[in-house]
């Protein structure tokens, strides 16, 4: 494969994405920006043809060579986030005449976007036309001897690496320790969301209008609708599990039983619409409140604050929420021995933050740093900021970490 870029212009895209992946919507998370610099780099070497879902999940994400990409949607998860963080970044001012990295939608392949001055608008401050240059597959005579070349440099790289591997032990992340208790588990994590019967649960608001719609749907319908935000948590975790080798059920919050949560570990997806999560919440330091039209996040180290808070449903246009909080908590029965953990947000944009930091080793780590602890063995407590942008949540914000 040849590049189909001039050196000057692919100069400019390296540059760009420097900067970009320093931003903030970039910088702390790592599935993020090793997806853009893969893509991105493939594209600039003329290597399109083999940016393709399966790929991706090999060699970017460590999945194993015949994993199966629509039980494991992290690649496509991982593009989609990618393309409204991107389209965040240029949103900002002082962008607007910078290089363009893009992505159309259902293709890995991304595509550049340069500025073009020309001598009618040097003076002038209209913005400078842009024009958009597709990067085309090319085949080259010599592609068999250059993938030779390419399988002989990994060849001795795997060996290296193992070498490597075999002489010094595994560093040990924040996200491993938090795992350690699931992870060392055999029996299927069982993953625990809410259908559409959650918001009409204990504590419904009944000057939501949304709920009297859904009541007035038959049951059958509303037990196979799942919320798009608890679906996009699901996904994340999913994911995560599948990645690391750990087999999974899916049942809805409202169909299991006590039994359920007693055979093996538990992930319960959902805040006021899970009862599961307010129940498992409700006994500790850190839980669910709803006063009225406020909802929030109860410290009982500090009762009275209501800093973490939410005012309106989420559902009424003309009460806009900017801000959402989350709770995650990782907590062991002392009944069972069993582990449960929640992700679980005031509102399904905190729902999203909090699987968002569950498999994001940064964000896992920024909170052991603040809740410092034996984080294998003792219960842990998380809590989680997150900016609406559009109808977005934006990168986790670690607030509070508790460990007992």
């Known amino acids: 494969m040849t590049p189909s870029l001039p050196l000057v212009e692919r100069d400019t895209v390296r540059e760009q994405l420097e900067r970009i992946l320093a931003s903030h919507f970039f910088r702390n998370s790592k599935r993020f920006p090793d997806f853009l610099r893969y893509t991105v780099e493939h594209a600039l070497e003329g290597s399109t043809v083999d940016v393709k879902e399966r790929t991706i999940g090999i060699e970017v994400f460590g999945r194993q060579p015949d994993y199966d990409t629509s039980l494991d949607p992290v690649v496509r998860v991982t593009a989609a986030e990618v393309r409204k963080r991107l389209a965040q970044y ?12 893009e ?61 490597i591997w075999w002489k010094l032990p595994p560093r040990e992340t924040a996200m491993d320790r938090f795992w350690s208790p699931v992870q060392n588990v055999s029996t299927p994590v069982l993953l625990c969301v809410s ?7 204990p504590g419904a608001s009944p000057s939501d209008p949304v709920n009297a719609v859904v009541s007035a749907l038959p049951s059958w319908y509303r037990e196979n609708h799942v919320g798009f935000h608890d ?17 999974f059920r899916i049942r809805r919050s409202n169909n299991a039983a006590l039994r359920d949560l007693q055979d093996g570990p538990v992930i319960l997806i959902g ?34 604050s209501r800093e973490w808070s939410v005012l ?15 709770l995650i908590s990782r907590v062991f029965d002392p009944n069972t021995g069993r582990v449960v953990l929640t992700a679980a947000g005031i509102l399904g944009y905190g ?30 407590q998380i809590v989680l900021g997150t900016k609406i942008i559009g109808d977005d949540p934006g990168e986790p914000q670690v607030l509070a970490s508790y460990t007992w």
């Open 195 to 201: 259908d559409a019967n959650g918001s009409l649960g």
């Open 312 to 326: 309106g449903t989420g559902h009424d246009a003309t009460v806009p929420v900017a801000e959402d909080y989350a």
């Open 351 to 380: 729902t999203i933050a909090a699987s968002q930091c569950l498999t994001d080793d940064s964000c896992l780590a920024k909170a052991e740093s603040l809740g410092s602890g034996d984080w294998k063995h003792r219960n842990i």
């Open 103 to 163: 992505y159309a939608l259902r293709s890995y392949v991304p595509e550049f976007i340069f500025p073009k001055p020309s001598a009618a608008n040097a003076l002038s401050p209209e913005p400078a036309v842009q024009e958009t240059v597709r990067v085309e597959a090319k085949v080259s005579a010599n592609q068999a001897k250059r993938w030779e070349l390419v399988l002989a440099v990994l060849l001795s790289c795997l060996v290296v690496s193992a070498f």
């Open 271 to 304: 805040g006021f619409n899970n009862p599961w999560s307010v129940q498992l919440d409700g006994n500790l330091r850190f839980s669910f409140v709803r006063d009225g039209n406020l909802r929030y996040i109860l410290d009982d180290k500090n009762p009275s």
């Open 231 to 247: 679906a996009m948590a699901l996904a994340n975790l999913a994911g995560l599990l599948g990645g690391r080798g750990r087999s």
């Open 90 to 101: 240029y949103q900002l001012p002082g962008h607007e005449r910078e290089a363009r990295i």
